[in-house]
């Protein structure tokens, strides 16, 4: 999935109109034809100047003048054979290392559009000085700016066999249509790249285009309606309640880029009454929040073998400002699963232990509270790497005699910053000590 992730940010890019030589300008007129309009510098005959008077859409083509970066990217392959569709969505993170930066820029020069496309992503090309052509015409179906579209091209683009179109769909929106098509594997890829003005209050807002649509629900049928139909970009907000989801197929399973969170200030929670079953079963997941939400078992404590979170095969799970109690048998469990960040959050009265972690790593948990467990390990992390606990608080756990507060075998770089450790019990605290800065053992 990665893989797909830097050719998609590799394919979104620039070029694909021939401009003539000599500075000369190609309009498309309404009839279809094309016109080729000389430049300024060309007309001047006998001492005399010809003014160029530019068409409407060539005017309003002018606000593409500025410096843009993508936000958001939907990426559409079809069958040459059958016509069927794919979709994926992708949002670009630049400050958690996500997505490599993506940039246009558009000016000015002797009366023609400029652009300079910059992919910062490693074996992606950059192009510079491409020329453009503004076209009266709707850049794909169902584009929101239907009246006009600018195209930009370069020899070193034309090589590539890029194209770059682009179009304003808003004071600071531009969106960046590319497409190839390759007959030999029998389906054409295209690529919509949404840019944002940089500096504007939409840029400062990215992160409202990480999601193509929200779904609001109010129950339980409706979350597991939404979670079947939820195939690609989406974010499932639910109302204040309790979401009993014991006999409904919720599928959790392959979900990308998709947010589940309760909504701002609503108290939600989503339980189950299968003591043996994992209140949410993340399985080949990529980028999925969980947020403002209170998750367990609705079964008496010490009764549950099933856990609250469960993440096999999965990459960049984030849970943020939730609530996960016992009876569970751990909080979250992982097995072969990176990028995962725990912040804000509670996890507590479990009947195993509070993390259980396989095969795992890049594991983050800031300003956590974790409380009230008496259990065996109470983290166990078994061939995981970089595991890192910031600002968080341990108070009341116990783990049973024999077993260690922290087991990490076959592991690499746990640390422990600025937590505090309060009314724990333990016979040891770990066979082989993680690094601690700035901790408090009361």
């Known amino acids: 999935m990665r893989k797909n992730r830097y050719l998609l940010c590799s394919v979104i890019a620039a070029a694909a109109l021939l401009t003539s030589a000599c500075g000369q300008t190609a309009v498309e007129q309404p009839s279809g034809q094309t016109a080729v309009v000389s430049s300024e510098a060309e007309s001047m005959q006998a001492g005399q100047t010809t003014v160029v008077e530019k068409t409407d859409a060539e005017k309003k083509a002018e606000k593409l003048i500025g410096e843009w970066e993508a936000a958001a990217s939907r990426g559409i392959s079809t069958s040459l054979e059958t ?55 709707q850049m794909y179906d169902g584009c929101k700016n239907a009246e006009w579209m600018c195209e930009f091209t ?74 079947q139909d939820s195939e690609g970009s989406v974010k499932i907000l639910l109302n204040e309640g309790i979401y009993d989801i014991s006999n ?13 969170a309760g909504k701002e200030g609503a108290r939600v929670e989503i339980c189950i009454d299968d003591p043996y079953a994992n209140v949410i079963g993340l399985v080949g997941c990529q980028n999925v929040w969980l947020e403002n939400l209170i998750l367990g ?62 095969d795992s790593g890049t594991m983050s948990f800031d300003r956590c509270i974790f409380r009230d467990t008496e259990g065996y390990g109470l983290i166990s992390l078994i061939g995981c790497n ?31 910053d600025g937590c505090t450790f309060e009314n724990n019990t333990y016979d040891s605290f770990s066979e082989s000590e993680p690094y601690k800065t700035n901790c408090v053992f009361k």
């Not at 409904?248 to 589940?260: A, R």
């Open 248 to 260: 409904l197929y919720c599928p959790f399973e392959d979900l990308f880029n998709t947010c589940i």
């Open 297 to 358: 078992h609705a079964v008496e404590p010490g009764q549950c073998s099933g856990n609250v979170i469960q993440c096999d095969n999965c990459y960049g799970i984030h849970i943020n400002n939730c609530k996960l109690y016992g009876s569970g048998a751990y909080g979250i469990a992982t097995t072969n699963t990176y990028d995962l960040s725990v912040t804000d959050s509670e996890i507590y009265e479990c009947t195993h232990g509070l993390i259980d972690a396989y």
């Open 83 to 137: 016509q069927e569709t794919f979709e994926e969505y992708y949002f670009h993170d630049y400050e958690s290392g996500d997505v490599s930066l993506l940039q246009l820029t558009v000016y000015e020069e002797n009366g023609v559009l400029m652009a300079d496309y910059f992919d910062g992503s490693y074996y992606a090309s950059s192009y510079y000085g491409m020329k453009g052509s503004v076209l009266q015409k």
């Open 154 to 227: 370069s020899a070193a683009a034309q090589r590539d066999g890029r194209t770059c179109n682009v179009t304003l769909v808003d004071e600071n929106v531009i969106e960046v249509h590319d497409f190839q098509r390759y007959e030999e594997y029998g389906y054409q890829y295209d690529t919509i790249t949404t840019y944002l003005r940089v500096g504007s209050a939409e840029n400062d807002n990215r992160e409202s285009y990480r999601f193509t649509r929200t779904v609001e629900v109010s129950t339980a049928a409706e979350l597991a309606q939404a979670l």
């Open 386 to 416: 970089w595991v890192y606990f910031n600002d968080s608080v341990f108070r009341n756990c116990t783990s049973v005699s024999g077993w260690e507060f922290l087991s990490w075998p076959n592991s690499s770089y746990v640390e422990f």
